[in-house]
Each structure stands twice: as C-alpha cells, then as structure tokens.
C-alpha cells in the first residue's frame, strides 16, 4: 500500500569544476538550495546529475573520490533529517580495489548514508574508474521501491530489468548528457519506462560540465512512457512528479 501523496524529483543544477574549497562550497550550496527547494515542495526523493558535487571532470575523479560518510556532506544530510527527504548526490568514491567510481551518495533521513557506483563504464571512463558491481541497489520509501542509475546504466536494457526484478517501481538517473546523445537517450528511458512499468526521473545538468555542453532538459517519463514534465535546455529547476492515488502530476520549479 503506498501512500496518498507521493514526490520524486530531478534537480537540474549548474555545477562548476572543482579546483579549489570555493569551488566545493558553490556546489554544495547549489545542492543545498535544491534540496531546500524540494524539501518546501514536499519532495520524498531528489535525484542529482552525474557527478553533481565535483562537475563531470574525469581528471579530477582521483584527488575528488570521497566516501559517504565526508564530513563535507553534513549540511546536506542535516536537510535530509530535518524534512524526510532522500537524495542522491553525485560523487566520485573512493574504492579500496584501485581506481575510484563514479557514484552517489544517498543521504537517507533517519542519518544513514548509503552509495551506489555506476556499473556501465564508457570507454573514456575505464582508464580512471572503475565499474560498480552487483546488482541496482533498490531502497524503499513511503511504500514505493527506487533503483538509481548513473548514466550510461540507462542505456542498457539489462540494468532497468534488474531494477525491475528488484521490485522497483521508480527508476531515478543522474546523468550527463549532450545534446548530441539526448534524443536517443531520452526514447530509450521513455522505453524502459514503457517495458518495466518504471517512472522514470532523469536529472541532467543545467550548464556545461567536463567539456561537454549539457542538453539539460530534465524530464519524467510516467509508467506507460509518456513524457510528464521536462526542464528547458539551460538553468537550475526541479522537475517534480507526484503521486496522488494512483495518478501521477508533472511539475516544473525554477530555482533561482
């Protein structure tokens, strides 16, 4: 039995390069301020870009990798105790087999940290990280069960079925995406959305990142594929899906 009112969220965020402490503090207050936002908007599961702490800077993975438990995140785990609210902050972790993975954090509201690594290496990624194992690792909350996805995971069949064998009815991808792979990236989520009977929470980021310049356009995709809300191409805002019953809202929040 789930209950009556339900949100997940995408937070698209610009996120700058980290070579300094300044640069740390800035991404993490644009995490804080989307969490804050989506705490205000009654927000259950907030879902963050690829690497949305450090930028997408693959050069950096190694100095950057953290574990869950950093100190840096405090603030944003105070949020998370404080409203109820889950999020999933990508990072790179540090891996005591060797090179460190592209990951997130999952700050859960009862204190409790958890990751998940992604699993799907492109092949400009495998020379300075390495792949996640197992499974998705699906959580529950509020009587629905989340599988999180980190990129390239989305655009495998084989990972949205394990999601689904693993009972997940909401499949939630932090990604960074051009424009030049999001047409195809976006049919193939709405695809698994269709297949597994997911929704499915893409969250890209709002500015470029790593070189590459972001698509944007977060988006939720509901059950039966079809496309429920999406952010523009460029800027910060939570795309939002609510659960009333058995029906699911789209909503688009700026953040200033």
């Known amino acids: 039995m789930t209950n009556a009112v339900f949100s997940c969220a995408a937070a698209q965020i610009a996120v700058r390069r980290v070579e ?16 804050t936002r989506a705490a205000q908007a009654g927000v259950d599961v907030l879902v963050f870009p690829e690497l949305s702490l450090t930028g997408y800077e693959l050069d950096r993975i190694a100095d950057l990798a953290l574990t869950p438990d950093d100190a840096c995140l405090a603030p944003l785990a105070e949020i998370s105790m404080r409203h109820g609210l889950i999020a999933l902050i990508g990072a790179p972790l540090r891996n005591r087999q060797g090179k460190p ?6 700050l859960h509201p009862d204190g409790s940290r958890t990751s998940y690594a992604k699993q799907h ?37 084989s990972h949205a079925a394990c999601a689904a064998q693993e009972g997940a009815s909401i499949y939630l991808a932090g990604v960074l995406w051009s424009e030049n792979g999001y047409a195809a ?21 709002g500015a470029p990142s790593g070189g590459y310049r972001s698509a944007g356009r977060s988006a939720v995709w509901t059950p039966d594929g079809a496309l429920l809300a999406c952010a523009p191409p460029e800027g910060d805002a939570l795309v939002l899906a609510r659960a009333v019953g058995a029906q699911w809202h789209g909503a688009l929040i700026p953040l200033a």
Request: net charge negative.
């Open 121 to 157: 290496l492109h092949a400009s990624e495998s020379s300075c990280a390495a792949p996640g194992v197992g499974c998705v690792q699906a959580f529950a909350v509020s009587g629905h069960t989340c599988a999180p996805a980190i990129c390239f995971d989305a655009e495998h069949r």
């Open 20 to 35: 300094t402490q300044a640069d740390l503090a800035a991404n993490l207050a644009a995490h804080h301020r989307a969490m």
């Open 101 to 106: 993975c592209i990951g997130c954090v999952l």
């Open 185 to 205: 990236g976006a049919a193939t989520l709405a695809g698994h959305a269709q297949e597994f009977g997911l929704l499915t929470v893409l969250a890209n980021h």
